[in-house]
């Protein structure tokens, strides 16, 4: 299971933290990824993680204001640390795991977002 919080209403330049609460998952067998979802736009992947190869993958839009991290001697989170927010980072924020195996993505429920100007 994925579960993302710490969404909320932030004014631009400021920052936010969203956490993941992750079940169910060994991080050895998954990428880990931060996906957002604006109203009348595509899902955009805003980063990507990997243990097993120790790789990390920013948007260009996101990148150097963004940070991914993980609670890895546990498991069973993820963060998202945005800073220098932006009202274009408005979006609903869901975790996902990537199977590393099959390629089968798997996300939960979200946490939203609203920068204002």
């Known amino acids: 299971q994925l579960q993302a919080s710490g969404g909320g209403l932030v004014q631009a330049g400021g920052s936010l933290r969203l956490s993941c609460a992750v079940s169910?998952?060994?991080?050895?067998?998954?990428?880990m990824s931060w996906i957002r979802q604006a109203p009348g736009k595509e899902r955009e992947v805003v980063s990507c993680?990997?243990?097993?190869?120790?790789?990390?993958?920013y948007a260009e839009s996101v990148r150097g204001r963004f940070t991914m991290s993980s609670d890895s001697s546990s498991e069973n989170a993820v963060f998202l640390q945005m800073n220098s927010l932006k009202p274009e980072d408005t979006a609903a924020y869901y975790c996902?795991?990537?199977?590393?195996?099959?390629?089968?993505?798997?996300w939960g429920q979200g946490t939203q977002l609203t920068v204002s100007s």
């Open positions: 996902g795991a990537h199977d590393l195996k099959n390629g089968n993505l798997y």
């Open positions: 169910g998952i060994t991080f050895d067998d998954y990428a």
């Open positions: 993680t990997s243990k097993s190869d120790g790789t990390a993958y």
